[in-house]
């Protein structure tokens, strides 16, 4: 499953990766989804209220949730948010679901 992440460092966060270096960084994270079963597809810093844009394979949701916990309970961040990708396939399968939903009101 892919997954992107979006993250905003906590001011430990920040000395930490200053002192490291971004590179470092995106090794650390790598390492991190390998041990996981997945993979990091790419990786970005940027200004604003995110730091961090990452896009991640892993290999299901209980993986994503693991990581979500233990980057959240380690204090580097002040926000972590992990957004579901779906591919124009999976779109496309989707559309083929029937769906019995009755809006409110009716």
Known sequence: MKFMIKASYSTTG???MTSGGGTARVDA???MLAG???SLESFYFAFGDTD???IADVPSNVEAAAL???VGASGAMDSYETIVL???E???RSTKVS???APPGS
Do not use: M, S
């Open 29 to 31: 994270v790598g390492k």
């Open 36 to 38: 996981l079963g997945g």
């Open 99 to 101: 769906v019995d939903y």
């Open 68 to 70: 979500a916990a233990a």
């Open 86 to 88: 779906l591919t124009p």
């Open 52 to 54: 961090v844009y990452a």
């Open 14 to 16: 920040i000395k930490g």
């Open 90 to 92: 999976e779109i496309d």
